[in-house]
């Protein structure tokens, strides 16, 4: 499975900025898809996840400001981030979980960078 991030970028604080991931190679199977985050310094930490059945999950530093959906046609899933802050400046990272969950394969894209200035 390769996954292909984009859409990051600079923005000011309060912008919004859109991350894409497509997936492609040997995506049967493909379950949960997500984005995770890496800021300097410190642990890649979880930013949002979304199954194939729609179910989603989020941080609490991002609830009500980032949105992650799912285009299963496409294998493509997308993160909305709005009324970003400095403090979601980091790589954020594609996340492609395979089934059985926890005990499947997990592929991991690229990071692409987000810079917010305050």
């Known amino acids: 499975v390769q996954l292909q991030a984009s859409g990051g970028g600079l923005a000011q604080a309060g912008g919004s900025l859109r991350l894409s991931c497509a997936a492609s190679g040997s995506i049967f199977s493909i379950s949960r898809m997500g984005w995770y985050r890496q800021a300097p310094g410190k642990q890649r930490e979880l930013v949002a996840t979304?199954?194939?059945?729609?179910?989603?999950d989020y941080a609490d530093a991002v609830k009500g400001r980032f949105t992650i959906s799912r285009d299963n046609a496409r294998n493509t899933v997308y993160l909305q981030m709005n009324v970003l802050k400095p403090e979601d400046t980091a790589v954020y990272y594609c996340?492609?979980?395979?089934?059985?969950?926890?005990?499947?394969?997990?592929?991991w894209g690229r990071g692409t960078l987000v810079t917010v200035s305050s």
């Open positions: 979304i199954s194939n059945g729609g179910s989603t």
């Open positions: 996340r492609a979980d395979k089934l059985p969950l926890a005990m499947g394969p997990v592929y």
